[in-house]
């Protein structure tokens, strides 16, 4: 069993292109041997904003804290804490940090060796 | 795309024998098309717990409010809010909340068709 808090995980800058104020922390994933998905937690500066993109595999995503949106193609839905949101696979999607404060969420995806059809741009060793 | 918030989805008991005080809410499921892991909410009472149970697939789990403990067998893991616990499969485990408000968490669990070996005793339409 691993036992951890997430401010124990170091935080990393997403580099990806089109990526603005993001960080991601690995909390769980195939180097815990977690055997089907990983749970990623993601920190988006005011302001900030992850890639407009699309992949095959699904977000499963939970909003800890801040305000933002999750947009989906050109329509927006807007987020809080408590808000949940899947993304099916191929969905065009992006986030956003609209509050004051920072957009905290978690954003779990599938291991590809359990079918996803391709990875997640926004890596770290989680996928 | 689902977005919804999670006190829009109806908490429901959980009746299994040996939890005390236990609700779960099914944000993210097969319902929703999810294509491989469930994302469900459990809430217990103060002095509350899960069963003592075992079972083929993982739980990832992180914390969002409230103190307890995780039990890994009988060794004791506190958690606390932004603690993550990643329970494997096979391990017996129980959820206790310790605290004087209740404890609130989401664990995830793969989709029995994504290669679980047997499903959780903690059902809602979400397995």
């Given at each position: 069993m691993k036992v951890v808090?997430?401010?124990q995980i170091e935080a990393a800058p997403v580099n990806m292109e089109g990526a603005?104020?993001?960080?991601?922390?690995?909390?769980?994933?195939p180097d815990d041997r977690a055997p089907s998905f990983s749970m990623r937690h993601f920190e988006i500066a005011p302001g900030g904003c992850t890639p407009k993109h699309?992949?095959?595999?699904?977000?499963?995503?939970?909003?800890?804290?801040?305000?933002?949106l999750v947009m989906e193609g050109d329509r927006e839905h807007p987020l809080r804490p408590g808000s949940v949101a899947l993304i099916p696979p191929g969905q065009e999607h992006q986030f956003r940090a609209t509050?004051?404060?920072?957009l905290k969420f978690l954003c779990l995806i599938p291991h590809p060796m359990r079918g996803a059809s391709?990875?997640?741009?926004l890596t770290c060793g989680c996928e």
């Amino acid at each position: 069993m691993k036992v951890v808090h997430c401010e124990q995980i170091e935080a990393a800058p997403v580099n990806m292109e089109g990526a603005v104020g993001c960080r991601i922390r690995c909390l769980i994933g195939p180097d815990d041997r977690a055997p089907s998905f990983s749970m990623r937690h993601f920190e988006i500066a005011p302001g900030g904003c992850t890639p407009k993109h699309t992949h095959g595999h699904e977000h499963e995503v939970f909003v800890l804290e801040g305000t933002g949106l999750v947009m989906e193609g050109d329509r927006e839905h807007p987020l809080r804490p408590g808000s949940v949101a899947l993304i099916p696979p191929g969905q065009e999607h992006q986030f956003r940090a609209t509050g004051p404060g920072p957009l905290k969420f978690l954003c779990l995806i599938p291991h590809p060796m359990r079918g996803a059809s391709d990875t997640c741009g926004l890596t770290c060793g989680c996928e």
